[in-house]
C-alpha cells in the first residue's frame, strides 16, 4: 500500500514537474527568445473520437507591440469553413473539389465547425455578445470564418490583453489538410486564433479555398486529453503525460516561437524515431506511420535526413528540437502533404500500402517540399492569404534542388520503367497551362482557379527562380535565400522584402526582372523563327555545290513571340562540325544573325544550356535543317497502338 | 446433377477453330489497324508539324522523356489531346464495325468454313438488329455493373475506416476489381452464348434468348469463366513477354517497338475470337443438354437458307 502511494506521489510530481524538467523547445546550441513573441496561447483541450470534437478552454496572451491602442480583434474560426454557404465551400465548389461537390451528400455530423461557448476578457467581463461575424473579403453574409470583438476600453501600446475563450471543434471527414477518418484525426485550424496586425492593419482574411494561412508568432502550451490508447503527435516537443485513471490521459506539449498548432492522433500508429545531427545540434524526427506502410518508413528519414542537411548547409540552422512526420492512412491523402511549424504530413499514396517503386519519388518529393516549409513558412512566415508564392514557390524551387541533388537532375520526381522526369518538370507542367493568367503578386487568394494557383504559386515561381539562375548564378540565389531567410526569420516579411535581398546580394538591378515576373504577366516564349542556308552565289546559273567548297551564307533567325524581355543566347552548329554562340539581349522582337561559311546550317539551339524553364515553349527553342522523323513516327506509333486497344475495348463491351 | 458439359477439350478445338479460320482473324486484326491509322493520322501529322525541325524531338526518339511528352500535351500550339477525337471516332466506328459483322464471324465459325463474301454479309445482315438488341441489352447489363462497382468502392471506404489496418480499404477495393473483371467476363460470355443460340438455334426472340442463355452460363458458370479466363490470361501473358521485349527493345528502334505493340493487339483480338469460336464449339456439343421441351413447335429455320447460290457441303464433311 505504501509503495503504491508512492508511486502514485511520485507520477503526479513527474508530471507536475515535467514543464520544468521537460526537453527544450530547442536544439542544444540555440537560446533565448527567436522572435518578437505576440501571443501565448493556453489550451486544454479534450478529445472525444466518437464525435470526433474537441472540447477546449483557451486562454490567450496578446502583447499590443502595434504601437497604438488596439480596442478590435478579429478571430479566425477556421473549421466553420465546412459550412454549407461559406466562403470555402463556394470556392472549392467553383474550382471543383471533389470533397466539396460531394458536400451535398454529407451527413450534417461531417460539417466541421467551431463553435464559442463563451468568450472573456480578464478585466472586461465575458463579452460574448460583443462577437460578431464579418466578412472582409468577399461580405459573404454566411460565413463563419472570422468574427471580431470591440473592446469596451482598448489596450495600450505595450500592454497585454488576455482572452479566455471556450470553444468546441468539431472536424470534418479529412478536408482541406484538417479532420478525421476511422480512428486518424490530424487536428489543424482548429482552434480560434487571433489575426496578424500588419503593415498597419489587422490581417484577418477568411479562410479560401484556395490559400493557406498567417498567424502571429509566440508560445504554445497545450494540453490534449484522449483516450489511453491513442498516440499522438503534435507541434513543438512533448513536456508531459499522465494517466487520467479513468481510461484517459493527458499530454502536454509546449512549443516557442511557432505560429500554429497542430497535433494528429491514432491508436493505430507506429512511432519511427530518428535524428539529423544539424549545425545547432541533434534534431528528434519523429515519424507516426502505420506497419502497414513499412516499406516508405527508411524512406522517410532517408528524405529528411537529406532535405535537412541540406536546408543546414545552404540556407540556415533548423533550431527546434524535433520535427514530427505524419504519415496518414490510405484513405485520407487529403490530409498528407501538409505542413504545420515543427510538424509535416506526408502521403504514401493508394499503392504506397504495400510497396512504392523505388524510382516512383513522389513521398521524397512531397516530404522535401512539406520539410522546406519550416523554412519558408515556419520561420519566414510571409502571409499565405496574399503571397503564397513567397512560401510556396520558393519551397518548390529548393525542394527542386534537394531533389536534384539527390537523385540527378532528369530524374528526380521519377526514374521508372526507363521513363525519367524531373521535378522541374512536374512543376513545369503546372506551370505551363496558365503561363498568362495571374501574376504573382495579384492576392493569392483571388487567382483565377485552383490550377491558376498552384501553377503559378507553385510552378511558375519556381520557374522564375530557376530561370533567375541564369542572370545571377546558383551561387548567388542560394547565397541570396540564406541572407533572406537570415534577415527575416521569425518575422513576416514582404515580397519586395524578398526582391530587395536579391537585388542586394547578386549586387544587380533585376527590378526589370521582377517587373515582369514578379508585378506582370508577361509571358515568356523565345523561338527560332528561320535558319536557312543557300549558295552565296546563288545569282549564277548551274552552279554546283560541292560540300566543303561551296560557300554559303546562313541567315538565322531569332524571334521574341511573348512579351517577356529577358536576354538569350543560341548556339548555331554547321555540318562541317563548326559551332557558334550568339548572345541577344531579346528586347526587339526579333534579331537576325548572317554567317557566309563553306558549311551549310545543322541545327540553332536556343537557350542551348537549358537554363530557361521560364520559356513557355520548348517545342519551337531550336530548328534542325535535316528533317526528324524519328520522334513523331514513335509517338505515332504509341498512339495508333492506344487508338486500336480503344477500339478492340469497345467491341469487346458489344 | 452434374452436367456432362465441362468443357473438356473446348480450349484447345476453339484454338484450332481459330487457326482453321485465320482469315476472319487477319480481316479484324487488318480493319482494326486501319482504324488505328486513321484514328492516329490527324495527331501524327501534328507531330510531325511540330517536332520534324526540332531538337526537341531527340529525347522522346533516344529515350522517353515524360517531360517532353507532357511538353506536347500541355503546350498550347502543340494541344496534342486536341486530336484525340479522331481516336474515339475511328474506335467507335470499329466497335459498330464488329457488332456488324458478328453474324458473319459466329457463323463461319458455328459451320467451320469459309463463307464467300455474300454469305458472310448475308449472315451478318440477317443477325445484325438481334444482334443489335443483345448489345443494347449487355451495355444497360455492363452500366448495372459499373454502377454497383462505384457503390462499392464507398462501401470499401466505410469498411475501411472501421479496420485498424488502413489497408483494408485498398484491399477491398482490389477484391472489388477482381471482382468486376470476372463479372464483367461473365456478362460477356452470356450475351456470347445469346449469340451462339441465335445463331445455332435460330432465335429470334432476344429478351427470352438473353435468360435462356443467362440460365445456360449460370449453370455452367465454372466451366465457361474459366474458359473464358483462360483464354483472357494467354492474351495478357502474352502481352506481357511483349512488355519484357520491349524494356530491351533500344528505344529508338521504332518498327521493333511497333511491332511489338501490334503483335499485343493481335493477341487481344486472337482471344477474342478463340473465345467466340470456343463458345460456339461448346454450345454445338452441349445444346442438347438445354434444349427444352415446348408446346409449340417452331419449325427448324434452315441454317443456310440465307444464302441461297451456296452448296451445301457434303453430309459427312
Given at each position: ?291 502497414s506502410h513499412r516499406s516508405s518508413w527508411q524512406r522517410y528519414l532517408d528524405v529528411?535526413?537529406a ?23 490510405h484513405?485520407?491523402l487529403?490530409?498528407g ?9 506526408g502521403g504514401t499514396g493508394w499503392f504506397g500500402t504495400w510497396v512504392v517503386p523505388k524510382g516512383d519519388h513522389e513521398t521524397e518529393v512531397v516530404t522535401a517540399h ?29 525542394e527542386v534542388?534537394v531533389l536534384d541533388g539527390m537523385y540527378g537532375r532528369n530524374a528526380s520526381a521519377l526514374n521508372l520503367l526507363g521513363a525519367q522526369m524531373g521535378d522541374r518538370d512536374y512543376l513545369r507542367g503546372d506551370?505551363l ?170 541545327s540553332?539551339e536556343?537557350?542551348?544550356?537549358h537554363?530557361?524553364p521560364?520559356?513557355?515553349?520548348y517545342l519551337?527553342n531550336s530548328?534542325v535543317?535535316t528533317e526528324q522523323l524519328g520522334a513523331s513516327h514513335k509517338i505515332a506509333a504509341y498512339w495508333m497502338f492506344l487508338t486500336q486497344m480503344l477500339a478492340y475495348l469497345l467491341s469487346w463491351l458489344? | ?10 480450349f484447345a478445338?476453339g484454338w484450332?477453330?481459330l487457326w482453321?479460320?485465320w482469315?476472319?482473324l487477319c480481316?479484324l486484326a487488318a480493319v482494326n489497324t486501319a482504324c488505328g491509322v486513321l484514328g492516329a493520322l490527324p495527331a501524327a501529322r501534328q507531330l510531325h508539324r511540330i517536332l520534324g525541325h526540332t531538337l526537341a524531338g531527340e529525347q522522346l526518339f533516344k529515350g522517353f522523356d515524360i517531360a517532353m511528352f507532357y511538353e506536347l500535351v500541355r503546350v498550347?500550339?502543340a494541344g496534342l489531346l486536341r486530336f484525340t477525337?479522331p481516336s474515339y471516332?475511328m474506335a467507335?466506328?470499329f466497335a459498330?464495325?464488329m ?68 489497408q483494408?480499404?485498398f484491399a477491398?477495393r482490389l477484391v472489388g476489381v477482381i471482382g468486376l473483371v470476372l463479372?464483367m467476363l461473365?456478362?460477356r ?37 474459366w474458359l473464358y479466363l483462360r483464354i483472357s490470361l494467354v492474351a495478357w501473358i502474352a502481352a506481357l513477354i511483349a512488355f519484357l521485349i520491349w524494356m530491351r527493345v533500344p528505344p529508338a528502334a521504332i518498327w521493333a517497338t511497333f511491332i511489338l505493340l501490334e503483335l499485343v493487339v493481335l493477341a487481344q483480338l486472337g482471344a477474342r475470337m478463340w473465345q ?42
Amino acid at each position: 500500500m505504501q509503495l503504491r502511494t508512492f508511486l502514485f506521489f511520485l507520477a503526479v510530481g513527474a508530471f507536475c514537474c515535467a514543464p520544468l524538467a521537460a526537453q527544450s523547445p530547442f536544439a542544444p546550441k540555440v537560446s533565448g527568445v527567436l522572435s518578437q513573441r505576440v501571443v501565448a496561447y493556453q489550451i486544454e483541450a479534450v478529445y472525444e473520437p466518437k464525435q470526433h470534437a474537441v472540447d477546449a478552454t483557451e486562454t490567450l496572451i496578446y502583447r499590443n507591440l502595434t504601437g497604438q491602442p488596439l480596442s478590435r480583434f478579429p478571430f479566425h474560426l477556421y473549421l466553420n469553413a465546412f459550412q454549407p454557404k461559406s466562403t470555402w465551400m463556394y470556392e472549392a465548389h467553383r474550382d471543383g473539389s471533389i470533397r466539396a461537390n460531394e458536400f451535398a451528400s454529407w451527413n450534417q455530423k461531417e460539417h466541421g465547425s467551431n463553435e464559442i461557448i463563451s468568450f472573456e476578457v480578464v478585466g472586461m467581463g465575458d463579452l460574448s455578445k460583443q462577437m460578431k461575424f464579418i466578412s472582409p473579403d468577399d461580405g459573404n453574409p454566411d460565413d463563419k470564418t472570422v468574427f471580431e470583438v470591440q473592446l469596451p476600453r482598448p489596450v495600450a501600446p505595450g500592454q497585454e490583453v488576455q482572452f479566455r475563450i471556450k470553444f468546441r471543434a468539431r472536424f470534418p471527414e479529412v478536408v482541406a489538410r484538417t479532420g478525421y477518418k476511422g480512428s486518424f484525426l490530424l487536428a489543424g485550424q482548429w482552434f480560434p486564433k487571433v489575426g496578424v496586425w500588419w503593415n498597419g492593419a489587422w490581417n484577418c482574411h477568411q479562410f479560401h479555398a484556395l490559400t493557406e494561412f498567417f498567424a502571429d508568432f509566440g508560445t504554445y502550451d497545450v494540453k490534449i486529453t484522449l483516450p489511453g490508447n491513442y498516440i499522438i503527435g503534435a507541434t513543438g516537443v512533448q513536456t508531459g503525460e499522465s494517466d487520467n485513471g479513468n481510461g484517459t490521459k493527458t499530454v502536454a506539449f509546449h512549443a516557442e516561437d511557432v505560429h500554429d498548432f497542430a497535433w494528429t492522433t491514432d491508436p493505430n500508429f507506429r512511432v519511427i524515431e530518428s535524428h539529423f545531427d544539424g549545425s545547432v545540434g541533434p534534431v528528434k524526427i519523429r515519424l507516426l506511420s502505420y506497419s502497414s506502410h513499412r516499406s516508405s518508413w527508411q524512406r522517410y528519414l532517408d528524405v529528411m535526413e537529406a532535405a535537412m542537411r541540406r536546408f543546414d548547409q545552404w540556407y540556415g540552422p533548423y533550431p527546434y528540437a524535433q520535427i514530427t512526420v505524419v504519415d496518414p492512412p490510405h484513405a485520407s491523402l487529403e490530409a498528407g502533404g501538409m505542413e504545420y511549424p515543427t510538424f509535416i504530413t506526408g502521403g504514401t499514396g493508394w499503392f504506397g500500402t504495400w510497396v512504392v517503386p523505388k524510382g516512383d519519388h513522389e513521398t521524397e518529393v512531397v516530404t522535401a517540399h512539406e520539410f522546406g516549409h519550416q523554412y519558408w513558412y515556419g520561420m519566414v512566415a510571409t502571409n499565405e492569404f496574399e503571397n503564397a508564392w513567397l512560401d510556396e514557390g520558393i519551397n518548390s524551387y529548393s525542394e527542386v534542388k534537394v531533389l536534384d541533388g539527390m537523385y540527378g537532375r532528369n530524374a528526380s520526381a521519377l526514374n521508372l520503367l526507363g521513363a525519367q522526369m524531373g521535378d522541374r518538370d512536374y512543376l513545369r507542367g503546372d506551370y505551363l497551362p496558365v503561363a498568362e493568367t495571374d501574376s504573382l503578386a495579384r492576392p493569392s487568394y483571388t487567382d483565377m482557379s485552383w490550377g491558376a494557383y498552384g501553377g503559378v504559386s507553385y510552378g511558375k515561381t519556381a520557374m522564375i527562380l530557376l530561370s533567375l539562375e541564369a542572370i545571377i548564378g546558383e551561387q548567388t540565389l542560394r547565397n541570396a535565400l540564406r541572407a533572406y531567410f537570415l534577415k527575416y526569420r521569425f518575422t513576416h516579411p514582404t515580397q519586395e522584402d524578398f526582391m530587395r535581398t536579391v537585388n542586394e546580394v547578386s549586387g544587380q538591378d533585376l527590378s526589370w526582372y521582377w517587373q515582369q515576373a514578379v508585378y506582370g504577366t508577361q509571358v515568356f516564349d523565345y523561338a527560332v523563327l528561320r535558319a536557312k542556308s543557300t549558295p552565296a552565289n546563288w545569282y549564277e546559273k548551274d552552279t554546283e555545290e560541292k560540300p566543303g567548297e561551296t560557300l554559303y551564307e546562313t541567315q538565322v533567325i531569332l524571334q521574341r513571340k511573348g512579351d517577356f524581355v529577358f536576354p538569350v543566347e543560341a548556339q548555331i552548329k554547321f555540318d562541317n562540325g563548326e559551332s557558334v554562340r550568339e548572345s541577344w539581349d531579346g528586347k526587339d522582337r526579333w534579331v537576325r544573325f548572317v554567317y557566309q561559311k563553306k558549311a551549310k546550317v545543322e541545327s540553332v539551339e536556343l537557350d542551348p544550356d537549358h537554363k530557361l524553364p521560364l520559356d513557355r515553349n520548348y517545342l519551337n527553342n531550336s530548328n534542325v535543317a535535316t528533317e526528324q522523323l524519328g520522334a513523331s513516327h514513335k509517338i505515332a506509333a504509341y498512339w495508333m497502338f492506344l487508338t486500336q486497344m480503344l477500339a478492340y475495348l469497345l467491341s469487346w463491351l458489344v | 446433377m452434374r452436367m456432362t458439359g465441362d468443357g473438356k477439350g473446348v480450349f484447345a478445338a476453339g484454338w484450332r477453330l481459330l487457326w482453321h479460320r485465320w482469315e476472319l482473324l487477319c480481316w479484324l486484326a487488318a480493319v482494326n489497324t486501319a482504324c488505328g491509322v486513321l484514328g492516329a493520322l490527324p495527331a501524327a501529322r501534328q507531330l510531325h508539324r511540330i517536332l520534324g525541325h526540332t531538337l526537341a524531338g531527340e529525347q522522346l526518339f533516344k529515350g522517353f522523356d515524360i517531360a517532353m511528352f507532357y511538353e506536347l500535351v500541355r503546350v498550347p500550339e502543340a494541344g496534342l489531346l486536341r486530336f484525340t477525337n479522331p481516336s474515339y471516332l475511328m474506335a467507335g466506328l470499329f466497335a459498330l464495325l464488329m457488332l456488324l459483322i458478328s453474324g458473319g464471324v459466329f457463323e463461319s465459325y458455328r459451320l467451320d468454313r469459309r463463307l464467300n463474301t455474300g454469305e458472310f454479309f448475308a449472315a451478318s445482315g440477317a443477325f445484325f438488329w438481334r444482334f443489335v438488341r443483345l448489345a443494347l441489352m449487355s451495355l444497360v447489363v455492363f452500366g448495372i455493373l459499373g454502377d454497383a462497382y462505384l457503390d462499392g468502392e464507398k462501401l470499401a471506404d466505410r469498411l475501411g475506416d472501421k479496420f485498424a489496418n488502413d489497408q483494408v480499404g485498398f484491399a477491398i477495393r482490389l477484391v472489388g476489381v477482381i471482382g468486376l473483371v470476372l463479372l464483367m467476363l461473365f456478362v460477356r460470355l452470356w450475351f456470347d452464348m445469346a449469340k451462339v443460340r441465335a445463331i445455332t438455334d435460330g432465335e429470334h426472340r432476344m429478351v427470352p434468348n438473353t435468360f435462356k442463355s443467362l440460365e445456360i452460363a449460370r449453370q455452367r458458370v465454372l466451366d465457361l469463366l474459366w474458359l473464358y479466363l483462360r483464354i483472357s490470361l494467354v492474351a495478357w501473358i502474352a502481352a506481357l513477354i511483349a512488355f519484357l521485349i520491349w524494356m530491351r527493345v533500344p528505344p529508338a528502334a521504332i518498327w521493333a517497338t511497333f511491332i511489338l505493340l501490334e503483335l499485343v493487339v493481335l493477341a487481344q483480338l486472337g482471344a477474342r475470337m478463340w473465345q467466340v469460336a470456343a463458345l460456339t464449339l461448346w454450345y454445338k456439343r452441349y445444346a442438347a443438354e438445354f434444349a427444352q421441351p415446348s408446346l409449340e413447335v417452331a419449325e427448324p429455320e434452315p441454317p443456310l437458307s440465307l444464302y441461297p447460290e451456296t452448296e451445301l457441303p457434303p453430309a459427312d464433311a
